[in-house]
């Protein structure tokens, strides 16, 4: 659901994702080796409310009604990548839907070691670079948060040409150095 969170008139809707996980999560509940990514590249540049209700409704669905405690990646932000939107300016709690909400759905549906923030690392880090993405990789370490680097390459293959993907990639590297994240 790219570029915006489940909702009750969205296509699927929050509804229909909300069947589909608990359906999966009933028929895989037994098998560690299947994890849950509830949302490739959701949301735009600004905070929504709207991802703490998407989230909460597919977490229940997980650890509730289908009562598994499989690995679950959650997305914040600008399509994945949760850079804020800033530019080269520091992610903070205003800008990253993972850093203002991210406890509480690990406090609500953990446990923590199974409740893990996904980011995408792409073109859109290139401003910042190492710097604001250790900064982020810092700020989820200081809330208790496991990170994940789901992805990294462009943010749209039709910018492959202007692109200065490795830039990113580079940085990614860079800010990771000996820090557990996969």
């Given at each position: 659901h790219t570029g915006a969170y489940f909702a009750p008139t969205s296509s699927p809707s929050l509804g229909e994702a909300t069947?589909?996980?608990?359906?999966?999560?009933?028929?895989?509940?037994d098998n560690p080796y299947v994890w849950f990514d509830l949302q490739a590249k959701p949301g735009g540049c600004r905070l929504e409310c709207a991802f703490v209700d998407a989230h909460d409704a597919l977490l229940a669905a997980i650890r509730k009604d289908?009562?598994?405690?499989?690995?679950?990646?959650?997305?914040g932000a600008a399509r994945g990548t949760e850079d804020g939107c800033t530019g080269?300016?520091?992610?903070?709690a205003d800008t990253s839907p993972l850093l203002r909400w991210g406890a509480g759905l690990v406090a609500?549906?953990?446990?923590?070691?199974?409740?893990?923030?996904?980011?995408?690392?792409?073109?859109?880090?290139?401003?910042?670079?190492a710097a604001k993405l250790a900064a982020l990789f810092d700020a989820f370490e200081a809330r208790g948060l496991a990170a994940l680097v789901t992805g990294y390459g462009l943010f749209d293959?039709?910018?492959?040409?202007?692109?200065d993907d490795m830039t990113a990639v580079d940085a990614m590297f860079e800010a990771l150095g000996s820090r557990p994240i996969g």
């Open positions: 069947a589909f996980f608990r359906d999966l999560a009933l028929r895989y509940r289908a009562a598994a405690d499989n690995l679950v990646v959650v997305h080269d300016a520091p992610v903070t609500r549906w953990g446990p923590q070691a199974n409740l893990v923030m996904g980011i995408n690392v792409n073109d859109r880090w290139t401003d910042g670079g293959q039709r910018e492959l040409e202007a692109a």
